[in-house]
C-alpha cells in the first residue's frame, strides 16, 4: 500500500492540473465570450480578465511541478535534504504570488466595475485557498528545516 501511495498522488496531480489546463483552454474562453455578449457593458473586461487567470496559471503550473518533484524525493527516501526545503520554499512563494495576484485583480475590478457577490466570493475564495497552501508550505518548510538541523547534529555527534 504504501509503495503505491506516491503513484496515486502523482496521477491526481496531474490529473487535476490537466482538469484545470483544459477548463483555462476550452471552458473560460468560451464562458468569456458568452458573458461578452449577455453583458455588452463590461465586454472590455473580456481580455484584460483573461489575461490575468491565465497569468494566475504561471505560478500555479510551477508549484505543481515542484510538488511533484518533492514527491518524487519522498518516493526515493530522500525527503530530509536541502533540495526539498527549496521545493516547500517555492510551493510556498507561488501560493502567496498567487494571493496578490487575485488581490491585486479584486482591487482593479472593484474600482473599474460594481464586483458581483458571485464574482468576488470566487475571488476570496481563490485567494484564501492559495495563502492556506502557501502558510502550510511554509510551516512544513520550517518544519523540514529543524529536522535536517537536528539530523545534521546527530550526525556530527555520533
Excluded at 480578465?49 to 519522498?74: C, D, H, N, Q, W
Aim: hydrophobic share 60%; proline share 4%; charged share 15%.
Amino acid at each position: 500500500m504504501k509503495r503505491m501511495s506516491i503513484p496515486l498522488f502523482q496521477i491526481g496531480v496531474l490529473f487535476i492540473t490537466l482538469c484545470i489546463l483544459l477548463l483555462c483552454v476550452f471552458w473560460l474562453p468560451d464562458t468569456a465570450a458568452f458573458f461578452a455578449e449577455d453583458a455588452p457593458e463590461y465586454a472590455y473586461l473580456r481580455y484584460p480578465l483573461l489575461f490575468g487567470i491565465y497569468l494566475t496559471v504561471l505560478p500555479f503550473l510551477f508549484a505543481i511541478v515542484e510538488g511533484l518533484k518533492l514527491s518524487r524525493r519522498v518516493a526515493i527516501n530522500d525527503a530530509f535534504s536541502l533540495k526539498s526545503v527549496n521545493h516547500l520554499k517555492n510551493i510556498k512563494r507561488s501560493a502567496f504570488l498567487i494571493t496578490v495576484m487575485y488581490f491585486i485583480g479584486f482591487l482593479v475590478l472593484m474600482q473599474l466595475v460594481d464586483l458581483s457577490p458571485g464574482i468576488g466570493l470566487l475571488g476570496i475564495l481563490i485567494m484564501l485557498a492559495s495563502m492556506m497552501i502557501g502558510l502550510i508550505a511554509g510551516i512544513l518548510e520550517e518544519l523540514l528545516r529543524k529536522a535536517l538541523e537536528i539530523k545534521e547534529e546527530n550526525d556530527l555527534t555520533v
